[in-house]
C-alpha cells in the first residue's frame, strides 16, 4: 500500500522511495493505493502548485501499475472541491458535496460552512448544534 505522503516523497525526488516502486514497476512486487489516499495528494498537489499539475501526477498514478482500490467514484470530485473551498471544507465535506451534486439532494449538515454555498443541483439545509440540557432521545 502506498499513502499521500509517499507519493508526495516520490514526486519530490525522495531516492528513499524509488527502490520500492521499481519493484512495481518491474511486476516483482504488487502496488496498491487506496483513491482516498489518492485523492488527498492531488488535492496537496492542486494546494502546492495547481489544479493541472494536480491532473497530471493523479493522471501518470493511473497509468502506472500501481492499482488504485476504489472505494468511492466520488472521489475524484472530492479532491477538486476540497482545492477550491480548501480550509472552508474537510475532504470529508468535499464528498458529501460530491455525491449531492451527483445525485441532486439536500445536503443537511450541521456545519455552519456550507452557509452560502452556489453549487449547481445541490441544496443546503443547515442545523445549527444547539447546547441541550439533559441526554439525547
Known amino acids: 500500500m502506498v499513502d499521500a505522503g509517499v507519493l508526495s516523497l516520490y514526486f519530490g525526488g525522495d531516492q528513499r522511495i524509488r527502490p520500492f516502486l521499481q519493484e512495481i514497476d518491474r511486476g516483482t512486487a504488487e502496488g496498491l493505493i487506496l483513491d482516498l489516499c489518492l485523492a488527498e495528494f492531488q488535492y496537496k ?43 472552508r ?27 452560502g454555498l452556489h453549487e449547481p443541483r445541490v441544496s443546503v439545509r443547515i442545523f445549527p448544534v444547539e447546547a441541550r440540557a439533559g441526554p439525547v432521545a
Not at 68 to 86: E, G, H, Q, T
Request: hydrophobic share 35%; aromatic share 8%; net charge positive.
Open 45 to 87: 498537489v492542486c494546494q502546492s502548485v495547481g489544479r493541472r499539475e494536480a491532473e497530471r501526477d493523479g493522471k501518470r498514478i493511473q497509468e502506472s501499475r500501481l492499482r488504485v482500490i476504489r472505494n468511492s467514484p466520488f472521489l475524484d470530485m472530492a479532491w477538486r472541491f476540497k482545492c477550491r473551498y480548501r480550509q
Open 89 to 115: 471544507f474537510s475532504l470529508v465535506d468535499c464528498a458529501n458535496l460530491a455525491v449531492a451534486q451527483v445525485n441532486p439532494s439536500r445536503l443537511l449538515t450541521t456545519d455552519g460552512a456550507f452557509d
